[in-house]
């Protein structure tokens, strides 16, 4: 079972990270699931060994002794004496949450970890929702902070909460084409900006692509942000300089993560399927979407930034290196 | 503040009973949520809005600025800034990126000219538009110089109350300016147009008076005598373009090129109305800026006359000048709702938001596309529209002499500046967003 099984297990699948967990101790968890599942496998057999007993002839009544062959089991590859088949799994993790955060975060299992740093180099924009509170302003931005300030909101209406983001998105897109570092005059920048592909293919500050304002009942209001390079701090030092636009303060009360890259909320795996067939079939039902995106990503990437081929397949699906036992 | 009192207090407490629940910690922050929620509700409440705040109306100004055409002294006489050492900077030729003027009015209409502006304010005050830059043919009016009392500026530097002849200055209110190369219309809602400037080819509406001297004039010529209140006005380089509330179009000026569309190539004094294919249909908008002329019916359809050197009427006629005003049947535009027209550049805006341009030059689809007859849609997605924003259209265009605007707007009612930059400013062969 424990080969079988770690040889369907090499490839991305996305969890739900619920706030108040720490991603290091969801990658943990996540590895000794994994673990129990593949030492929880039936072992097998035990090899019989030939040994030779010295014993009592039967049936005479001199006291000689003869060898007789018995096969005894081996112990030497028995659980209870090696220990567990399996200790270590290599499991990363690809963009952080930090942990009053939530939402999905992609983990990569034995070969999947090298799509986490191509998924990485393909620079693709997340989806985050995002709630506010209007009226107070706290030293870490968050709800549970230290008070610092406590303002009035009743002028702030739609209208003007909508105007903010535009002027936001406008001056994040300016970046955009600035931090992509591409000549404009070119026809290839032109037919790039027609498909709406210009983003950085390098190390840039944060950029958002796309904010919108869901619901809006003050104090409270829902924002959709899609950005890339991004941290959740900043995320929340966003919805605080909102405030601070509107004439007044806010705090940010939620940040959940909605899309990573290719991996949505419905690909998440929920706490309750943390074990490793719901691993196993997440990977295998991911790995080809996964191939896919990656493939055209790479094919989009100006050529100066492509990795050097390592020589082996990319995707996990064709790596079954079963090993027989 | 009230904090900091509440720590004191509570250290002192602490010392004298001892560390126990309930107690604030060293660093002054509570322990109980209870203690958090007290501190909160003590706060003060700052508010940094008033009742009766209303949002402030921003001119933005960019561009070739030694005209003095920004408004801004110090862009092109740097000493002449308070800040100490502001002489030792270089004047500046171009403000790249908007650049916002200070003016107290609310200015609901403004047009740049060659090398000027004017500003509008649809108020009842005696000042009614301010105007800046060039100045050498009067187009911006007389503004007496303070050096020498009987001349006046050549260059207005600053935005500067333009003195208008109106009968009733303080019931007349002025509804739309448009600048040309030397010559500008102002459109008052009860006195007419009026028109200041160069008149050597009759653009201002009146008789050409030989050798008439232009500089320091302070002559405005009112025209009223149209069939029907004069809705809107539009000047081209040399000519001037008036719209009826019954539809028709009126025009004046340099007719060389046929931008008149009056059937003669000869300059004309007088507005004279249009005839052509625009007769008894009823126009909505007219465009013009340079030679070539586009005006949008109520149906949806496109006409067009004056210059055509560069592929703008290519479409219904090889010359190379139109001089009376033809349909131009375009097939895959829809209903056309705006027109707009530039040096040699063309675009109208259909009732979905999108955008078609014809003509020679940048026209904004990638640097390939140098020339066309026909319009070409730009895409959706070089003015916003992603699948994240998929309510996104163009509401308005706008012409210079070689480059575009375009102002977009999303269903939420939102308005969002978006430039369609294609011009010699830096120009990409692309849309670019500004804010």
Redesign the interface.
């Known amino acids: 079972m424990g080969s079988a099984g770690l040889a369907r297990l090499h490839g991305l699948f996305a969890t739900y990270k619920p706030p108040g967990l720490n991603w290091k101790h969801l990658r943990d968890t996540v590895e000794m699931q994994l673990l129990k599942g593949l030492n929880a496998g039936k072992p097998p057999d035990p090899e019989h060994r030939v040994h030779f007993l010295l014993g009592p002839v039967e049936g005479s009544e001199e006291n000689e002794l003869t060898l007789t062959a018995t096969s005894v089991p081996s112990l030497t590859s028995h659980p209870l004496v090696r220990g567990p088949e399996f200790t270590r799994l290599k499991v990363g993790v690809g963009h952080r949450l930090d942990t009053q955060a939530s939402g999905v975060l992609v983990l990569g299992v034995g070969h999947g970890r090298r799509l986490l740093t191509d998924m990485y180099h393909a620079h693709l924009t997340k989806d985050y929702t995002v709630r506010g509170l209007l009226g ?1 302003a706290t030293d870490d931005f968050c709800e549970d902070g ?2 610092l ?4 909101y009743d ?1 702030v209406s739609r ?1 003007k909460l ?2 903010i983001l ?2 936001i ?3 994040h ?2 970046a955009l ?1 600035m931090y992509s570092n591409l000549d ?4 290839e ?3 790039m ?4 592909l210009i983003r950085p293919m390098d190390k840039s500050p944060m950029l958002i ?2 904010i ?1 304002c869901l619901h809006f009942a003050p104090p409270e209001f829902l924002l ?1 942000v ?1 950005c890339m390079h991004e941290t959740q701090k900043q995320l929340r030092k966003l919805v605080h300089e909102i405030g601070l636009e509107l ?2 303060t806010a705090v940010c009360s939620q940040v959940r993560r909605t899309r990573d890259g290719f991996f949505t909320l419905n690909d998440a795996l929920v706490r309750t399927q943390w074990d490793l067939h719901s691993i196993q079939d997440a990977i295998q039902a991911a790995a080809p979407r996964v191939a896919a995106e990656l493939e055209k990503n790479l094919r989009q990437m100006p050529v100066t930034q492509q990795l050097p081929d390592p020589g082996q397949p990319r995707d996990s699906a064709g790596l079954e290196r079963c090993k027989e036992h | 503040m009230a904090l900091e009192a509440l720590t004191a207090g509570a250290r002192l407490a602490w010392r004298l009973s001892g560390p126990g629940r309930g107690h604030r910690t060293a660093a002054g922050r509570p322990r109980s949520r209870r203690e958090a929620a007290e501190a909160e509700a003590e706060a003060p409440v700052f508010q940094y809005v008033g009742e009766r705040a209303a949002r402030a109306d921003r001119i933005f100004v960019w561009g070739f600025s030694f005209s003095g055409a920004l408004g801004v002294p110090t862009f092109v006489v740097p000493s002449s800034g308070s800040e100490p050492g502001a002489g030792l900077r270089p004047r500046r030729r171009i403000q790249p990126v908007p650049y916002r003027l200070e003016l107290d009015q609310k200015i609901s209409s403004a047009a740049c000219g060659y090398g000027f502006t004017l500003l509008s304010s649809n108020t009842k005050d005696v000042t009614k538009v301010w105007g800046m830059g060039l100045n050498k043919d009067s187009q911006l009016g007389f503004h007496r110089s303070q050096k020498d009392k009987s001349r006046g500026y050549e260059y207005v530097l600053e935005p500067s109350p333009v003195p208008l002849p109106l009968d009733r200055p303080q019931e007349t209110k002025v509804l739309q300016v448009s600048c040309g190369r030397a010559h500008s219309l102002i459109l008052t809602d009860s006195e007419g147009v009026l028109s200041m400037g160069n008149n050597a080819y009759g653009q201002c509406g009146r008789k050409v008076v030989e050798d008439e001297v232009y500089s320091g004039s302070h002559k405005v010529h009112r025209m009223q005598d149209f069939e029907g209140q004069v809705v809107q006005v539009a000047c081209g380089q040399d000519h001037s373009l008036f719209l009826t509330d019954a539809g028709e179009v009126y025009s004046c000026g340099w007719g060389a090129d046929g931008q008149t569309g009056l059937g003669h190539y000869n300059s004309s004094s007088v507005p004279t109305k249009l005839g052509g294919d625009l007769a008894g249909v009823n126009i909505i908008q007219v465009a013009t800026y340079g030679d070539c002329c586009l005006a949008v019916s109520a149906e949806g359809d496109v006409f067009g006359w004056g210059n055509s050197e560069y592929l703008q009427l290519a479409s219904v006629t090889d010359s190379t000048q139109v001089n009376v005003p033809r349909r131009l049947p375009f097939s895959g535009v829809g209903k056309v709702k705006q027109a707009a027209c530039g040096g040699t550049i063309c675009a109208v805006l259909n009732g979905e938001g999108h955008v078609f341009v014809w003509g020679y030059g940048i026209l904004g689809k990638g640097p390939n596309l140098v020339e066309t007859a026909l319009p070409e849609m730009i895409p959706p997605t070089l003015f916003g529209l992603t699948e994240h924003s998929p309510e996104i259209q163009v509401s308005r265009i706008r012409c210079g002499l070689s480059h575009f605007a375009a102002l977009t707007s999303d269903d939420a009612g939102g308005t969002r500046g978006c430039g369609v930059r294609c011009g010699p400013h830096g120009g990409p062969g692309q849309v670019l967003r500004l804010n």
């Open positions: 107070r230290r008070l300030e406590k303002t009035t002028h209208e909508d105007r535009a002027v998105q406008g001056s897109q300016k084409v404009l005059k070119t026809q920048a032109y037919e900006a027609v498909r709406g692509t796309g919108r959709e899609q004439k007044t």
